[in-house]
């Protein structure tokens, strides 16, 4: 699926159709350059699953963790890996694969092997004014995910045909 967002707006609402359209468990990376929006999305998506107060990019913490409270509930590991300099640092954070419903890792190519494989592949690039974003899927929830998401209308303004 290839997007074309043209503000801050445009991404909470992609954000929000994540969100509707989760599957019970998930791993999100996201990729792209600095400003790329990344963070913005992922908090957007934390948003629309309920999470309240402040939701803190986890650029010097490496990761926050967030109870949801949709439908599907269960806990969010937002990631950013940033700042460290070797796969094998994620070890001391002690995170197992199973242990949250939804993670968000940010940068996840300098987590190498250690993270767990990706259900969808968020690349997000800056286009303008605005910000292109290609989603893939490489497992089939991922792709189950993306059928749902090209269902969701407020999205169909923002697809770049071809």
Same mark, same amino acid.
């Given at each position: 699926m290839h997007l074309w967002l043209p503000d801050a707006e445009a991404t909470v609402t992609l954000g929000r159709a994540l969100a509707v359209t989760r599957p019970p468990a998930a791993v999100v990376y996201l990729a792209g350059d600095l400003g790329a $929006?990344?963070?913005?999305?992922?908090?957007?998506?934390?948003?629309?699953?309920?999470?309240? $107060?402040?939701?803190?990019?986890?650029?010097?913490?490496?990761?926050?963790?967030?109870?949801?409270? !949709?439908?599907?509930?269960? #806990?969010?590991?937002?990631? !950013?890996?940033?700042?460290? $300099? !070797?796969? $094998? #640092?994620? #070890?001391?954070?002690g995170l197992e694969p199973g242990e949250a419903t939804l993670w968000l890792v940010e940068w996840p190519e300098r987590g190498g092997d250690r993270l767990p494989p990706a259900d969808l592949r968020i690349a997000l690039g800056l286009s303008g004014e605005g910000r292109e974003v290609r989603l893939s899927a490489p497992t089939e929830a991922g792709r189950a995910w993306l059928d749902r998401l090209a269902l969701v209308d407020e999205l169909h303004a923002f697809l770049v045909k071809g």
């Open positions: $929006g990344k963070s913005t999305l992922a908090r957007a998506l934390l948003r629309a699953l309920g999470v309240h $107060g402040p939701i803190r990019s986890p650029t010097y913490t490496l990761v926050e963790r967030y109870p949801l409270t !949709d439908a599907v509930g269960g #806990e969010a590991l937002h990631l !950013d890996l940033y700042r460290i $300099g !070797d796969p $094998g #640092e994620l #070890e001391f954070l």
